[in-house]
């Protein structure tokens, strides 16, 4: 039995009920999670002190995955938000590291780069980027492209400018702390995470820096795009044990590898890679493979459904591979393609092969997500194939019904959420599905866990 302490990034369900749905999986991999209310969300920061005093009390571990903006700030949006001070975050950080030391056991950790979103969208920003966010995105996207020899103008009032980089700088030097820790052995593994990156920017000269202090340190540390499928990633890591899982991308359209996904910096073809050696796996060829990682990837610009961006779907013959395999739908940010699950569910999918399916979000999310799943099916030496249906049925109703189809659907009618019209839109691919995956639910029950469009969370019962 392999014992994990989990501290998500907030409470998300794909940040908190997807990670203990994949550690389901195995009879013999037991998950802890802070309780769910102590978690952050949308507009209320984490219980930092519950969460500490509850791992504190755990007992029995074997190892932690813990996102670092939980203890530091109270959860990845207050990182953007909470006027906190570095003396005040690194004093809350020194207790944490006091109870990794005292718990003596491997520590998987993460923690963002704080990201410039190019909108003027302020739900998951300080107030002011509703009025000055895209102004800002181009301030930072100069100044980084220009440096150092140019000054940038910008209209951005003084105050409002000085105070984002001074939050920039707080949340850069914490990161710049971390690596302190790594040095004295507190971390396993630490990565920071990019989150929605662009060519230029100060977020990305921070990479620049933190991966320039890790190359010239060696330090077991990494810089990856991403932000919450990472803690995913890390429990791979954790499960996989340096145990090297040989895996090989299978592209659908293998000569547009060279794309570049919406909100995320690197080609497929190298993000495909990073994810999967983050995971604590090695990249093979299809022949020597353990896994195959069958990827329903775009040609030429990634789609976005919700955003209207329409891209050709699939319209080929699909054909599963002959041993182990995962599916990663990347055609669309934030949505299946519509005409690939239509032809996965024609297939009679052997679920002894099969480990599983996700197309969530960035292209990042997906994968890490993914192989997460996969990698836990395959070390599982009692696995659970019912709470794996289950799982791959939340997966599709979530990814495939509502991200390509329902939401748009509902949000042409509705101004705000309604769990009414949205399990009645539900239906017809819960039929679908539970005759595909043959699971033993009795209902499946939906949420808006933070009121809004973007996310539901599916219950099944």
């Known amino acids: 039995m392999t014992r994990i302490a989990f501290i ?78 570095f003396e005040q975050i690194k004093e809350r950080m020194e207790k944490f590291k006091s109870v990794l030391c005292q718990k003596s056991v491997p520590a998987f950790a993460f923690s963002s780069i704080m990201r410039i979103s190019n909108n003027n969208v302020n739900e998951e920003e300080k107030e002011y980027w509703s009025l000055y966010g895209k102004k800002i995105f181009q301030y930072s996207y100069e100044t980084h492209k220009n440096a150092p020899d140019s000054v940038v103008q910008t209209d951005i009032p003084q105050e409002i400018l000085q105070d984002y980089l001074k939050t920039r700088k707080r949340n850069f030097d914490i990161n710049l702390m971390y690596l302190d820790w790594v040095k004295e052995g507190i971390f396993d593994t630490l990565v920071y995470s990019k989150d929605d990156c662009a060519q230029f920017g100060l977020n990305v000269a921070e990479a620049q820096a933190l991966e320039h202090n890790i190359k010239q340190d060696n330090l077991n540390a990494l810089v990856k795009t991403g932000a919450d499928e990472i803690p995913l990633s890390l429990l791979s890591r954790a499960v996989t044990c340096n145990r090297k899982i040989k895996i090989a991308p299978v592209f659908i359209h293998p000569d547009y590898t060279d794309r570049i996904s919406k909100y995320e910096d690197v ?14 796996c090695t990249l093979s060829v299809e022949k020597d493979a353990d896994i ?24 080929g013959d699909l054909k599963l591979p002959d041993k182990p395999f995962l599916i ?19 297939k009679n999918i052997n679920t002894d092969l099969f ?12 994968l890490g997500s993914a192989i997460c799943c996969a990698i836990v099916k395959y070390l599982a030496k009692h696995p659970d194939i019912n709470a794996f249906k289950k799982l791959q049925t939340v997966r599709f109703l979530d990814d495939w019904a509502y991200q390509a189809n329902v939401r748009q659907e509902l949000k042409k009618t509705l101004k705000t959420p309604d769990i009414a019209a949205l399990k009645q839109a539900m239906i017809p691919f819960e039929k679908k599905l539970k005759t595909i995956f043959d699971t033993d639910c009795t209902d499946i029950v939906y949420s808006y866990p933070w009121n809004r469009f973007f996310e539901i969370e599916v219950k099944i019962c």
């Open 355 to 366: 480990l599983g399916y996700a197309g969530w979000n960035t292209t990042g999310n997906t």
């Open 328 to 346: 990663a739908d990347i055609l669309n940010a934030n949505g299946a393609d519509n005409n690939f699950v239509s032809k996965l569910l024609e």
């Open 292 to 315: 195959i990682l069958l990827v329903n990837n775009f040609k030429d610009e990634q789609g976005e459904l919700v955003m209207g961006v329409d891209v050709p779907l699939f319209n």
């Open 267 to 280: 080609s497929v073809r190298d993000s495909v890679k990073g994810q999967i050696e983050l995971a604590g």
């Open 8 to 85: 998500p990034i907030d409470n998300r369900p794909v940040c908190y009920t997807l990670a203990q749905q994949i550690a389901d999986i195995d009879r013999d991999l037991e998950l802890y999670l802070p309780p769910r209310e102590m978690l952050g969300d949308l507009t209320k920061t984490a219980d930092v002190n519950g969460i500490l005093d509850w791992l504190k009390e755990l007992s029995g571990i074997d190892k932690i995955v813990v996102a670092l903006d939980t203890i530091a700030y109270g959860g990845l949006i207050p990182s953007r938000r909470s006027n906190d001070t």
